[in-house]
């Protein structure tokens, strides 16, 4: 089916250990997006791609990286996970300006 | 800068009665606002978006949101609630400033729904 497809769903870290958390998107779109979703603070950019090759900071980019890997792809890197990043993470494309598709998320627990 | 700001954190209703969950917005532009569900362990769903259309805006399982700039509101509305309503609701305007058109969330109102 088309869509956002994330991996892995779930997650458990050591503190200062590394991964990185995958997106593929099949919807041919130009623009990505990381979010993390935290009790009571809604959805927050990580970071986003507007087209294949450019990356930039949104919100909270603080401890992530990210690679646009092509035009399908873009992973979220974790370089020494700490447990305040301890979060439900979203990926999503855009297909308009009117509209987000969303991946199902990765539950990220930090130990 | 554009934001949204949700009233209500947590939104208790009987089943069959209504639903107002309530959303205020700032821009400078004109906006683009969406209504977003999430059921618990789930991911997002659309529910609405308003894009300069029509003013009042009809979306899936029965909600609706009135866009009223005079307010610089998006209430979510419906007319009678089921317990499969009970869910986050998150209201979302489009940054369009950058062109970018990223996403801006509100915190999420939570709907608990009473039998």
Redesign the interface.
Known sequence: NAGVTQTPKFQVLKTGQSMTLQCAQDMNHNSMYWYRQDPGMGLRLIYYSASEGTTDKGEVPNGYNVSRLNKREFSLRLESAAPSQTSVYFCASRESAYGYTFGSGTRLTVV | AQSVTQLD?HVSVSEGTPVLLRCNYSSSYSP?LFWYVQHPN???Q?LL?Y?SAATLVKGINGFEAEFKKSETSFHLTKPSAHMSDAAEY?CVV?D?TS??????????TRLKVLA
């Open positions: 954190s683009s789930k991911g997002l659309l978006k894009t998150f489009s369009l062109g970018t058109y990223k996403y801006i969330f509100g915190t999420g």
